[in-house]
């Protein structure tokens, strides 16, 4: 049997993550799940998978988890040096699948203790991509992505030369606004933009589908997970997201991964590689799709993605940066207090202020991305105050 933990068990991954496994009863062994604040649902989970520990990363709801678990034999534990400790457990394989900043330490920390990190949580390689990769081969610890993109470009480069590889088609569905015109996008609200056209996901990562910069974080995620260049990933709209992302070679051969949107595959294929499980899930019937289609992205109302390759060229630690301002603007956005199109502003004017600043010179340690992560929220956070 193989120990897991995962990390982000009650959001929409940890949860696919939890069907995934239901379907392989006798294979995996939990050892840690872990939470932000749903408490009640973590209490849950951590009985149904009988998992070893449950950490519950906010401090106020430890005593509520101590009673709900009260009467069970599963350790508990809280806070960010919760998340911590149970990532100092030595297990096959950690799941990362805690949204945004607040997974890059814990996730970090698995690359030392885990054989495997099946990576969700792709602000790790926003914020700190230099750094997670390098600690990552340090520690002889295998990522496998579980971004769907990205299984897919790691199952279409199975059995081939890296060195083949000419580029990258990273794919997208567009997001809800992808017809919609500038002065039409100044109107959009909270309810349109976290109604994703084809994904059921988190809200954070919803809003981030919607300006696209969830198809940035996405770049920058291949850039360091395959052996390519900037210029050679190519976003390619594709509004049924039924191709995953394709492989172009240097003989010209496109080799594309297709399924129906849903994780569970990519999660049964970080959690099974080399092998593939069997899954009981919906499978893509093509006659009823009957059309693919595939548009170049708009990238004078879709910003972000221009900002995302930009965080790239100037390196250091400018992804923190973008990756916070992002953090700090979605929030306000979810909360209603700024607009839709201010979230690309507010990323814009932190980078351009952060390099006049000079605060993201150094990324060489966890201690570097987080003083700029923080000096980047105190600019953006400044800026919110600002729109307002
Ligand atoms: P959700 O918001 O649905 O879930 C996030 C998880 O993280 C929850 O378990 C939440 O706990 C926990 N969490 C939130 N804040 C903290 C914190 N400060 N400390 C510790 N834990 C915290 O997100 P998703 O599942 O949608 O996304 C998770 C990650 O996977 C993101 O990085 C996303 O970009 C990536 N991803 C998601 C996809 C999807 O289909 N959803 C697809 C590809 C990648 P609680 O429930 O208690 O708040």
């Not at 696919?16 to 009863?25: C, M």
């Not at 840690?32 to 070893?52: C, D, M, R, Y």
């Not at 709801?61 to 534990?77: G, Q, R, Y």
């Not at 190519?234 to 994780?263: F, N, R, W």
Request: charged letters at 20%; hydrophobic letters at 45%.
């Amino acid at each position: 049997m193989k120990t897991i933990n995962i990390f982000g068990v009650t959001g929409s991954i940890g949860q696919s993550t939890v069907k995934v496994l239901n379907q392989q009863r006798g294979k995996y062994s939990i050892e840690a799940i872990t939470a932000g604040q749903n408490v009640v649902l973590l209490a849950k989970l951590a009985i149904e998978l009988g998992a070893k520990i449950a950490v519950i990363a906010n401090r106020s709801k430890f005593d509520e988890l101590k009673s709900l678990l009260a009467n069970h034999p599963i350790e508990v534990d809280c806070g960010e040096d919760g998340l911590v400790r149970v990532a100092e457990r030595e297990v096959d394989i950690c799941l990362a699948a805690i949204v945004g900043y607040a997974g890059l330490k814990p996730t970090l920390v698995s690359l030392k203790y885990a054989k495997r990190v099946a990576l969700a949580n792709k602000e790790c390689l926003v914020a700190a991509g230099d750094l997670f990769i390098a600690e990552a081969e340090k520690y002889g610890c295998e990522i496998i992505p579980v971004d769907s993109e990205h299984s897919a470009m790691a199952q279409c480069l199975r059995g081939s030369k890296s060195s083949e590889m000419e580029k990258i088609l990273l794919t997208a569905s567009g997001g809800p606004f992808r017809t919609f015109t500038m002065p039409e996008m100044k109107d959009i609200t909270l309810k349109q933009a976290l109604k994703h056209p084809n994904w059921d996901m988190g809200a954070k990562i919803t809003i981030d589908s919607a300006t696209l910069m969830n198809k940035g974080n996405e770049l920058i995620e291949a850039y360091h997970l395959f052996p390519i260049s900037l210029e050679d990933i190519e976003v390619v709209i594709h509004k049924q997201s039924i191709i995953h992302s394709m492989i172009q070679y240097c003989d010209g051969s496109v080799i594309a991964q297709l399924g129906t949107p849903e994780m569970g595959t990519a999660i049964s294929y970080a959690l099974g590689y080399p092998d593939r499980l069997s899954l009981n899930f919906k499978r893509l019937d093509l006659f009823d799709i009957a059309e693919l289609n595939f548009e170049k992205p708009d990238e004078t109302r879709f910003k972000c993605l221009t900002l995302a390759k930009q965080s790239v060229t100037i390196g250091g630690a400018c992804g923190a940066v973008l990756n916070a301002a992002n953090e700090v603007a979605v929030h306000a956005f979810l909360q209603e207090s700024i607009s839709f199109l201010e979230i690309a502003n507010i990323c814009e004017e932190t980078m351009t202020r952060a390099q006049s600043d000079q605060i993201m010179d150094q990324a060489n340690t966890l201690a570097d991305i987080c003083e700029t992560d923080r000096q980047a929220r105190i600019i953006a956070t400044s800026l919110l105050n600002l729109s307002k």
